[in-house]
Protein backbone atom coordinates (compact mmCIF):
# COMPACT_ATOMS: atom_id res chain seq x y z
CA UNK A 1 0.00 0.00 0.00
CA UNK A 2 2.92 2.58 0.75
CA UNK A 3 4.70 1.58 -2.45
CA UNK A 4 1.33 1.82 -4.24
CA UNK A 5 0.48 5.45 -3.27
CA UNK A 6 3.56 6.84 -2.10
CA UNK A 7 2.19 7.67 0.95
CA UNK A 8 3.42 6.74 5.09
CA UNK A 9 0.64 6.49 7.15
CA UNK A 10 -1.67 3.47 8.31
CA UNK A 11 -4.76 3.92 9.71
CA UNK A 12 -5.55 0.52 12.09
CA UNK A 13 -8.47 0.10 14.88
CA UNK A 14 -7.55 -0.51 18.27
CA UNK A 15 -7.92 -4.28 19.33
CA UNK A 16 -7.84 -5.50 15.77
CA UNK A 17 -4.49 -7.60 15.06
CA UNK A 18 -2.80 -8.06 11.91
CA UNK A 19 0.36 -10.10 12.35
CA UNK A 20 3.87 -9.47 14.18
CA UNK A 21 4.69 -6.71 11.87
CA UNK A 22 6.24 -3.54 13.75
CA UNK A 23 3.87 -1.42 12.04
CA UNK A 24 1.13 -2.46 13.19
CA UNK A 25 2.11 -4.14 17.07
CA UNK A 26 0.25 -0.86 18.23
CA UNK A 27 -2.40 0.23 20.33
CA UNK A 28 -4.32 3.26 21.08
CA UNK A 29 -3.28 5.96 23.72
CA UNK A 30 -5.69 8.30 25.63
CA UNK A 31 -7.52 11.19 23.18
CA UNK A 32 -9.62 11.19 20.01
CA UNK A 33 -6.99 11.08 17.55
CA UNK A 34 -3.81 8.78 18.84
CA UNK A 35 -0.47 7.92 17.44
CA UNK A 36 0.63 5.10 17.33
CA UNK A 37 2.56 3.96 20.41
CA UNK A 38 4.47 0.23 20.55
CA UNK A 39 2.53 -2.74 21.87
CA UNK A 40 5.57 -4.65 21.97
CA UNK A 41 8.87 -4.04 23.07
CA UNK A 42 11.50 -3.60 19.97
CA UNK A 43 9.07 -2.04 18.10
CA UNK A 44 10.56 1.95 17.35
CA UNK A 45 8.37 4.63 17.87
CA UNK A 46 9.90 6.20 14.85
CA UNK A 47 8.16 3.92 12.86
CA UNK A 48 5.29 3.33 15.21
CA UNK A 49 4.36 6.66 14.81
CA UNK A 50 2.89 6.80 11.23
CA UNK A 51 0.25 4.04 12.38
CA UNK A 52 -2.70 6.33 13.63
CA UNK A 53 -5.66 4.04 15.71
CA UNK A 54 -9.20 4.61 15.76
CA UNK A 55 -11.99 3.29 17.12
CA UNK A 56 -14.14 0.23 15.57
CA UNK A 57 -17.43 0.98 14.51
CA UNK A 58 -17.01 5.17 15.19
CA UNK A 59 -17.11 6.58 11.44
CA UNK A 60 -17.02 9.90 13.25
CA UNK A 61 -13.87 9.40 14.78
CA UNK A 62 -12.44 7.46 11.77
CA UNK A 63 -13.46 10.15 9.49
CA UNK A 64 -11.45 12.76 11.58
CA UNK A 65 -8.62 10.98 11.11
CA UNK A 66 -8.63 10.97 7.68
CA UNK A 67 -9.53 13.84 6.85
CA UNK A 68 -6.39 15.29 8.97
CA UNK A 69 -3.95 12.96 7.39
CA UNK A 70 -5.54 12.77 3.47
CA UNK A 71 -2.27 13.65 1.78
CA UNK A 72 -0.30 10.87 3.45
CA UNK A 73 -2.31 8.52 4.24
CA UNK A 74 -1.42 4.90 2.40
CA UNK A 75 -4.28 2.44 3.77
CA UNK A 76 -6.94 1.95 6.01
CA UNK A 77 -6.53 -1.61 7.41
CA UNK A 78 -9.46 -3.39 9.32
CA UNK A 79 -11.06 -6.58 10.53
CA UNK A 80 -14.02 -6.61 9.11
CA UNK A 81 -15.56 -8.59 11.54
CA UNK A 82 -12.91 -8.47 14.74
CA UNK A 83 -12.01 -11.40 16.74
CA UNK A 84 -9.46 -10.37 17.97
CA UNK A 85 -10.82 -8.53 20.91
CA UNK A 86 -13.58 -10.71 21.71
CA UNK A 87 -16.07 -10.79 18.36
CA UNK A 88 -17.19 -7.27 17.40
CA UNK A 89 -20.12 -6.94 14.82
CA UNK A 90 -20.09 -4.00 12.49
CA UNK A 91 -22.52 -1.55 12.36
CA UNK A 92 -25.08 -1.10 9.39
CA UNK A 93 -23.10 0.85 6.68
CA UNK A 94 -19.80 0.44 8.72
CA UNK A 95 -17.72 -0.70 6.17
CA UNK A 96 -19.88 0.97 3.13
CA UNK A 97 -18.10 3.89 4.90
CA UNK A 98 -15.14 3.22 5.16
CA UNK A 99 -14.77 2.36 1.80
CA UNK A 100 -15.85 5.84 0.73
CA UNK A 101 -13.20 7.21 3.27
CA UNK A 102 -10.81 5.30 1.64
CA UNK A 103 -12.45 6.24 -1.96
CA UNK A 104 -11.65 10.20 -0.81
CA UNK A 105 -8.89 10.06 0.54
CA UNK A 106 -7.02 8.02 -2.23
CA UNK A 107 -6.01 5.01 0.37
CA UNK A 108 -5.63 1.76 0.25
CA UNK A 109 -8.40 0.11 2.07
CA UNK A 110 -7.40 -3.60 3.25
CA UNK A 111 -9.53 -5.85 4.55
CA UNK A 112 -7.96 -8.35 6.95
CA UNK A 113 -10.16 -11.59 6.55
CA UNK A 114 -7.18 -13.85 8.13
CA UNK A 115 -10.38 -15.48 9.81
CA UNK A 116 -13.59 -13.86 8.22
CA UNK A 117 -12.73 -15.29 5.04
CA UNK A 118 -14.33 -18.56 4.01
CA UNK A 119 -15.86 -18.37 7.68
CA UNK A 120 -18.55 -15.79 7.20
CA UNK A 121 -19.43 -16.65 3.06
CA UNK A 122 -17.33 -18.39 0.59
CA UNK A 123 -16.08 -14.86 -0.22
CA UNK A 124 -15.97 -13.89 3.27
CA UNK A 125 -16.70 -10.67 4.48
CA UNK A 126 -16.32 -9.42 1.48
CA UNK A 127 -19.16 -11.11 -0.19
CA UNK A 128 -21.11 -11.01 2.79
CA UNK A 129 -21.31 -7.27 3.61
CA UNK A 130 -21.33 -6.82 0.02
CA UNK A 131 -18.16 -4.49 0.11
CA UNK A 132 -14.80 -5.14 -1.84
CA UNK A 133 -11.66 -3.99 -0.30
CA UNK A 134 -8.35 -3.06 -2.51
CA UNK A 135 -6.23 -5.46 -0.95
CA UNK A 136 -7.52 -8.74 1.36
CA UNK A 137 -5.62 -11.13 3.22
CA UNK A 138 -5.97 -14.99 4.03
CA UNK A 139 -5.11 -17.53 6.21
CA UNK A 140 -6.31 -20.05 8.89
CA UNK A 141 -9.26 -21.69 7.50
CA UNK A 142 -8.06 -21.73 3.67
CA UNK A 143 -5.44 -24.46 5.06
CA UNK A 144 -7.76 -26.69 6.73
CA UNK A 145 -5.16 -27.01 9.48
CA UNK A 146 -1.98 -26.47 7.64
CA UNK A 147 0.07 -23.55 8.04
CA UNK A 148 -0.62 -20.91 5.27
CA UNK A 149 -1.50 -17.36 4.36
CA UNK A 150 -2.31 -15.50 0.87
CA UNK A 151 -2.93 -11.97 -0.04
CA UNK A 152 -4.18 -10.56 -3.50
CA UNK A 153 -6.23 -7.41 -4.53
CA UNK A 154 -6.33 -4.93 -7.76
CA UNK A 155 -4.36 -5.41 -10.23
CA UNK A 156 -3.23 -2.04 -10.47
CA UNK A 157 -1.94 -2.97 -6.95
CA UNK A 158 -0.46 -6.32 -7.24
CA UNK A 159 1.36 -4.82 -10.24
CA UNK A 160 3.62 -3.08 -8.10
CA UNK A 161 5.06 -6.73 -6.33
CA UNK A 162 8.89 -7.42 -7.83
CA UNK A 163 10.02 -8.56 -10.34
CA UNK A 164 7.21 -6.52 -12.38
CA UNK A 165 6.94 -3.58 -9.55
CA UNK A 166 9.46 -2.88 -6.88
CA UNK A 167 7.74 -3.64 -3.90
CA UNK A 168 9.41 -6.79 -2.69
CA UNK A 169 7.78 -9.83 -0.71
CA UNK A 170 9.01 -13.11 -0.70
CA UNK A 171 9.57 -16.15 1.93
CA UNK A 172 10.63 -19.46 2.55
CA UNK A 173 7.61 -21.29 2.90
CA UNK A 174 5.84 -19.26 -0.29
CA UNK A 175 4.11 -22.09 -2.47
CA UNK A 176 4.27 -24.70 0.11
CA UNK A 177 3.35 -27.76 -2.12
CA UNK A 178 1.56 -29.47 1.01
CA UNK A 179 -0.21 -26.41 2.27
CA UNK A 180 -1.00 -25.17 -1.64
CA UNK A 181 -2.45 -28.76 -2.17
CA UNK A 182 -4.67 -28.69 0.92
CA UNK A 183 -6.43 -24.71 0.07
CA UNK A 184 -7.16 -26.06 -2.96
CA UNK A 185 -8.73 -29.13 -1.76
CA UNK A 186 -10.86 -26.72 1.03
CA UNK A 187 -11.65 -24.92 -1.84
CA UNK A 188 -13.49 -27.38 -3.39
CA UNK A 189 -15.02 -28.71 -0.69
CA UNK A 190 -16.80 -25.44 0.09
CA UNK A 191 -17.75 -24.82 -3.94
CA UNK A 192 -19.02 -28.46 -3.74
CA UNK A 193 -20.78 -28.29 -0.42
CA UNK A 194 -21.82 -24.72 0.63
CA UNK A 195 -24.90 -26.20 2.73
CA UNK A 196 -21.77 -26.01 5.44
CA UNK A 197 -22.73 -22.39 6.05
CA UNK A 198 -26.24 -23.38 6.88
CA UNK A 199 -25.82 -26.54 9.23
CA UNK A 200 -22.76 -24.42 11.24
CA UNK A 201 -24.80 -21.07 11.57
CA UNK A 202 -27.55 -23.03 13.03
CA UNK A 203 -25.54 -24.66 15.50
CA UNK A 204 -24.14 -21.37 16.71
CA UNK A 205 -27.74 -19.67 16.28
CA UNK A 206 -28.39 -22.75 19.18
CA UNK A 207 -25.97 -22.39 21.29
CA UNK A 208 -26.45 -18.23 21.56
CA UNK A 209 -30.15 -18.73 22.10
CA UNK A 210 -29.64 -21.54 25.48
CA UNK A 211 -26.87 -19.24 26.65
CA UNK A 212 -29.37 -16.25 26.75
CA UNK A 213 -32.05 -18.50 28.33
CA UNK A 214 -29.86 -20.35 30.77
CA UNK A 215 -28.14 -17.12 31.63
CA UNK A 216 -31.88 -15.16 31.85
CA UNK A 217 -32.82 -18.42 34.62
CA UNK A 218 -29.40 -17.66 36.43
CA UNK A 219 -30.43 -13.96 36.99
CA UNK A 220 -26.90 -13.50 35.19
CA UNK A 221 -25.93 -10.15 33.06
CA UNK A 222 -24.97 -11.54 29.76
CA UNK A 223 -24.53 -10.10 25.81
CA UNK A 224 -23.58 -12.78 23.22
CA UNK A 225 -22.16 -11.50 20.26
CA UNK A 226 -22.42 -13.96 17.03
CA UNK A 227 -22.38 -13.90 13.18
CA UNK A 228 -22.31 -16.98 10.86
CA UNK A 229 -20.34 -19.76 12.70
CA UNK A 230 -18.73 -17.21 15.23
CA UNK A 231 -19.50 -16.53 18.80
CA UNK A 232 -18.49 -14.98 22.07
CA UNK A 233 -19.74 -14.21 25.35
CA UNK A 234 -20.13 -11.05 27.25
CA UNK A 235 -21.03 -11.03 31.06
CA UNK A 236 -22.60 -7.27 30.88
CA UNK A 237 -25.51 -6.08 29.88
CA UNK A 238 -24.39 -3.16 27.74
CA UNK A 239 -24.20 -3.09 23.71
CA UNK A 240 -20.60 -4.62 23.15
CA UNK A 241 -19.54 -2.59 19.81
CA UNK A 242 -15.43 -2.09 20.33
CA UNK A 243 -12.51 -2.47 22.79
CA UNK A 244 -13.72 -0.38 25.32
CA UNK A 245 -16.78 -1.78 25.59
CA UNK A 246 -14.82 -5.04 25.72
CA UNK A 247 -13.32 -4.45 28.97
CA UNK A 248 -16.09 -2.72 30.45
CA UNK A 249 -17.62 -6.05 30.50
CA UNK A 250 -16.46 -8.31 33.81
CA UNK A 251 -13.07 -10.36 32.56
CA UNK A 252 -12.58 -12.04 35.80
CA UNK A 253 -16.80 -13.47 35.77
CA UNK A 254 -15.24 -14.75 31.87
CA UNK A 255 -12.32 -16.63 33.64
CA UNK A 256 -14.57 -18.50 36.05
CA UNK A 257 -16.93 -19.33 33.31
CA UNK A 258 -13.53 -20.50 30.92
CA UNK A 259 -12.81 -22.98 33.97
CA UNK A 260 -15.98 -24.00 34.59
CA UNK A 261 -16.42 -25.05 31.21
CA UNK A 262 -13.05 -26.78 31.00
CA UNK A 263 -13.54 -28.72 34.14
CA UNK A 264 -17.02 -29.67 32.33
CA UNK A 265 -14.86 -31.14 29.13
CA UNK A 266 -15.42 -28.19 27.01
CA UNK A 267 -12.36 -26.01 26.18
CA UNK A 268 -13.08 -22.51 25.04
CA UNK A 269 -10.30 -19.78 24.11
CA UNK A 270 -9.02 -18.49 27.10
CA UNK A 271 -9.49 -14.97 26.68
CA UNK A 272 -11.73 -12.40 26.72
CA UNK A 273 -10.12 -11.40 24.04
CA UNK A 274 -10.69 -13.68 22.09
CA UNK A 275 -13.36 -15.90 19.78
CA UNK A 276 -14.87 -19.22 19.93
CA UNK A 277 -16.07 -20.58 16.51
CA UNK A 278 -18.27 -24.17 15.37
CA UNK A 279 -16.84 -26.09 12.34
CA UNK A 280 -17.70 -28.69 10.54
CA UNK A 281 -16.15 -31.19 12.69
CA UNK A 282 -18.27 -30.28 15.49
CA UNK A 283 -21.09 -33.26 15.85
CA UNK A 284 -24.68 -33.38 17.09
CA UNK A 285 -23.16 -35.37 20.32
CA UNK A 286 -20.16 -32.56 20.71
CA UNK A 287 -23.31 -29.65 20.69
CA UNK A 288 -25.50 -31.92 23.51
CA UNK A 289 -22.43 -31.90 25.77
CA UNK A 290 -21.30 -28.18 24.60
CA UNK A 291 -24.76 -26.93 26.18
CA UNK A 292 -24.79 -29.06 28.74
CA UNK A 293 -21.34 -28.01 29.78
CA UNK A 294 -22.54 -24.25 29.32
CA UNK A 295 -25.84 -25.04 31.97
CA UNK A 296 -23.56 -26.31 34.37
CA UNK A 297 -20.71 -23.68 33.99
CA UNK A 298 -23.19 -21.01 34.15
Known amino acids: ARG ?3 RRKIIKFEGCFHGSHDSLLVKAGSGALTFGVPSSSGVLEDLAKHTLVSRFNDIELTEKIVRENRDDLAAIIVEPVPVNVGLLIPKIDYLKALRE ?7 VLIFDEVVTGFRLSPGGAQQYYGIRADLTTLGKALGGGLPISAFGGREEIMKYLAPEGKVYASGTYCGNPLSTKAALTVLEYIRENPEIYIGMRGKVERICKFIRETAEDKHLKITVNHIESM ?9 VLNYDDVKKSDIELFKRYFHNLLKNGVFIP ?5 TCFISTAHTDKDMEHTLNSIQNSL
Open 270 to 274: PSQFE
Open 231 to 239: FQVFFTDAE
Open 101 to 107: LADYSGA
Open 4 to 6: YTK
